[in-house]
């Protein structure tokens, strides 16, 4: 089967941030500020990226805004012919400087939010003062006009505050909202105990979406990531390794998700040392698991393999210990009771103290 080329790029410009969230998708061995890709070499993967088939560009973090160059880099890839989102923590961002942003080219917000009051996202994000700054960031995306998504992580502390943010996206004038119930990579594997949603709440947040899809359409899009330890069949993860995205790490490592190098035998070349399309094409830690013969039973005999590629490569790795078995999340693999035991034992954990994610 030929390899089709990417469509979208995360570049995860920088991983220092503000705050200090507990289900950081970062990993736990952070990126220091003199491990950073330069400026030009950012612009060079962009324009590397778009002669690739990349259409869509995500500037990520850590926040991507305690990048002096930002404003250079969305210039760079608007010349590249790129569709730039930016996602942020609008921590970091002034109204001039988003202003500079809209001038070079931006073309799309991502807010996320730690919570719907300031008590519940100023304390989830470790910062005093963070949630109001975000309700200004938000005013002045409107006021700007970029088209804007919020972005809120749910799990065990703040599942109750869905319909809330629900009526945030549509008074910031929200195109669309993502609510994606914490997924256990990187710093939100520490906090399994302090963030496991009960299935009960995981049942009650699926049935709201359900709900709200259709009391909303046509007016807000509604983006869904369940909590899937308590899920019967795995989400398709990065619409399946290698086939649609990859991420950039600060450093420049190439990645085909944010967890990869969580895989102990893969290794990932550097974009200082290859160009994006070998990378892409050639390099054994992208063809890991492409296709299918690399999968085990169940998924090699199942129907369902060309839909969901047998779910997450990495949580089959934290699970089983081995990242070509089959997502314990689906029903079929001989891991799924554990994790579902697992997932009800963490959710009934009182008092568990959040560990939160450390600066770069
Ligand atoms: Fe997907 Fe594998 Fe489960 Fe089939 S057995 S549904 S391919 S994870
Ligand atoms: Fe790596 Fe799902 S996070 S494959």
Redesign the pocket.
Known sequence: MPVPPPIAMLAELTHRCPLSCPYCSNPLELAAKAQELPTQTWIDAFDQAAALGVLQLHLSGGEPAARQDLVELVAGARAAGLYTNLITSGLGLTQARLEALSEAGLDHIQLSLQGTDAEMADRIGGMKGAFARKMKLAQWVSEIGFPLTLNVVLHRQNLHQLPRALEMAQEMGARRIEVATVQFHGWAMQNRNALMPSKAQADEAAALVAQARQNLKGRLVIDFVPADYHED??KRCMGGWGSSGLNIAPDGTVLPCHAAQTIPHLRFPNLREQSLSEIWYHSSGFNAYRGDDWMQE??RS?A??TK?F??CRCQALAITGDAAA??PT?I??PAHQKLQAMADQFAGTEHAPLVMRENA
Do not use: N, Q
């Open positions: 069949y795995p169940p998924c199942c369902l393999k969901d047998g779910g089959t997502d689906c079929k693999s």
